[in-house]
């Protein structure tokens, strides 16, 4: 089943860097970020992951836990974090389960040849479990503050 905005999601659970097993349920209370990206240690992963643990002390002042979601395994998860210094936990979704979830697995384009692909796309879900924002296809530069500022804006809200 597909999360759908202004609805709950789904139950599942997915395996995270630090020993975390992720499901909605174990977060509720808090807003979480999902932010999917297309593999650990290549260059606008890369970037993405440091704009996000930059700004991640002011995503804590919102009340909002961030996880980054790809195809890569553990081990490359604890080696991308551990290179980058990422203060929040990276979920391995090596079966694409929360992938295709959220409808992120495209086709693209890579050197002239068709691949499937994970589509950098993020989701927002409020502290009730209730999916309330998404950003799809989108472009690196300037994301997370437009994430950020969303965040702020669903804390205004709720207070």
Known sequence: MTPALNKSLPEFEAAATGGVKFTPQA???????????PKDHTPGCTTEAMQFRDKHAEFTQAGAIIFGVSRDNLASHDKFKQNLDLPFELIADTEEKLCHMFGVVKNKIMYGKKV???ERSTFLIDPTGVLRAE????????????????????QKVAA
Request: aromatic share 14%.
């Open 135 to 154: 950003w799809r296809g989108i472009k690196v530069a300037g994301h997370v503050d437009e994430v950020l500022a969303a965040v702020q804006n669903l």
């Open 27 to 37: 977060f509720q209370g808090q807003t979480v970020i999902l932010y999917f990206y």
């Open 116 to 118: 499937k692909g994970i």
